[in-house]
């Protein structure tokens, strides 16, 4: 991913228009930086048929494929390691006892989303309940149980490095989940922008920006350093910044 420097400005409300203003522009969105990865593969219709019929009947067989596709079992194979190959679908070996082994099939979860399962209701129901919580103090030590929760599934996917590497790898892991991201740096400042709200649905719910100190809670622990959150989609910018927290910069440049 390349790094994009944007002028010599202080970091101020009508810069953080310009950053976005310029990402736009330029399109320098993290995803079209990184090499394709297996979740990005596209599956064909003929691929759709099979993880539709994974979807009903879990752990089919190349034979029990065969029968309700009423194709080759050289087909079924090749769909399967198309499909197994984007990470949709993993094989498990059925115990036997002589001769040659079989495989049953299953979706993932990555397989589970692109069929269709959506927990979008879920989502919705919860963080209604959560921000309506009268007792604020256990609605902020809920927040922040569910940001780390979050975070730690990011956190585990980053590779060690500085935190400039990565935030970076961070707008590509965002991006790769189609939530559009990338990162820039200004005179040595690491910033990563959200261009669209991962949760779109629970925006309109969350009246006192719960949502965005989720969020912040989120990549903080997934980067594990303290961001802030200094430019929002919600306040008229073109995008969510996030940098590190100056708290944290200060204490970094007195040690």
């Known amino acids: 991913m390349k790094l994009v420097k944007i002028a010599n400005l202080p970091i101020t409300e009508q810069v953080c228009e310009k950053v976005a203003d310029a990402l736009e522009c330029r399109k320098v969105f993290a995803i079209m930086d990184l090499a394709p990865t297996n979740n990005q593969i596209p599956t064909r219709p003929v691929d759709q048929l099979v993880l539709d019929l994974l979807r009903r009947h879990e752990g089919l067989t190349v034979v029990d494929l065969t029968d309700k596709l009423e194709v080759t079992a050289t087909a079924v194979r090749q769909r399967l390691d198309r499909l197994e190959?984007?990470?949709?679908?993993?094989?498990?070996?059925?115990?036997?006892?002589?001769?040659?082994?079989?495989?049953?099939?299953?979706?993932?979860?990555?397989?589970?989303?692109?069929?269709?399962?959506?927990?979008?209701?879920?989502?919705?129901?919860?963080?209604?309940?959560?921000?309506?919580?009268?007792?604020?103090?256990?609605?902020?030590?809920?927040?922040?149980?569910?940001?780390?929760?979050?975070?730690?599934?990011?956190?585990?996917?980053?590779?060690?490095?500085?935190?400039?590497?990565?935030?970076?790898?961070?707008?590509?892991?965002?991006?790769?989940?189609?939530?559009?991201?990338?990162?820039?740096?200004?005179e040595g400042l690491p910033i990563l922008s959200v261009?669209?709200?991962p949760y779109p649905d629970l925006t309109s719910l969350d009246i006192d920006r719960s949502l965005c100190q989720l969020e912040q809670q989120v990549l903080s622990e997934a980067v594990g350093q303290p961001l802030e959150l200094s430019c929002c989609k919600l306040d008229g910018h073109g995008s969510c910044q996030f940098k590190p927290s100056q708290k944290q910069i200060t204490q970094t440049s007195n040690l």
């Open 195 to 197: 261009h669209a709200c």
């Open 85 to 186: 190959n984007a990470g949709y679908v993993e094989r498990r070996k059925n115990s036997i006892g002589r001769g040659r082994p079989t495989f049953s099939y299953f979706l993932t979860d990555l397989g589970w989303r692109h069929v269709g399962v959506t927990y979008t209701d879920l989502a919705v129901a919860l963080w209604g309940e959560i921000i309506q919580l009268d007792d604020n103090t256990a609605k902020v030590r809920l927040i922040e149980r569910v940001s780390k929760r979050m975070g730690r599934s990011f956190k585990d996917l980053l590779p060690e490095g500085s935190i400039e590497d990565r935030m970076k790898s961070l707008a590509g892991l965002m991006a790769a989940r189609r939530i559009p991201a990338s990162f820039v740096s200004i």
